[in-house]
């Protein structure tokens, strides 16, 4: 079992940066790939970004490659998305998400979600 509790949400203007932490509870979080997911006002939820157990393999949407930057540290049982150079069309709530095995990109591959965190770009 995990759970997961996302922060670093908030209000930021267009060009601006945020770092989004999402910590896992467990004693098992090195063990699971783990994923970002957002949804936008009006839309269904997206793959964002996605990071393997030992954090060597990586996957980005193409609407954030290049902006986007996710890592873990499983000492600290925390996974991480950098987001840089924001646009007004991030803004979303942002969703980790933990699944066993192998980063996917498919929302429904994932077991565990946090409750996510609003990140609002203003233009």
């Known amino acids: 079992q995990v759970q997961l509790v996302e922060s670093g949400g908030g209000l930021v203007q267009a060009g601006g940066s945020l770092r989004l932490s999402c910590a896992a509870s467990?004693?098992?979080?090195?063990?699971?790939?783990m994923g970002w997911f957002r949804r936008a006002p009006g839309k269904e939820r997206e793959f964002v970004s996605a990071?393997?157990?030992?954090?060597?393999?990586?996957y980005y949407a193409d609407s954030v490659k290049g902006r986007f930057t996710i890592s873990r540290d499983n000492a600290k049982n925390t996974v991480y998305l950098q987001m840089n150079s924001l646009k007004p069309e991030d803004t979303a709530v942002y969703y980790c998400?933990?699944?066993?095995?192998?980063?996917?990109?498919?929302?429904?591959?994932?077991?565990?979600w946090g409750q996510g965190t609003q990140v609002t770009v203003s233009s």
């Open positions: 998400a933990a699944k066993a095995s192998y980063p996917a990109r498919s929302l429904d591959e994932y077991s565990y």
């Open positions: 467990g004693r098992t979080f090195s063990r699971y790939a």
């Open positions: 990071i393997s157990w030992s954090g060597g393999v990586t």
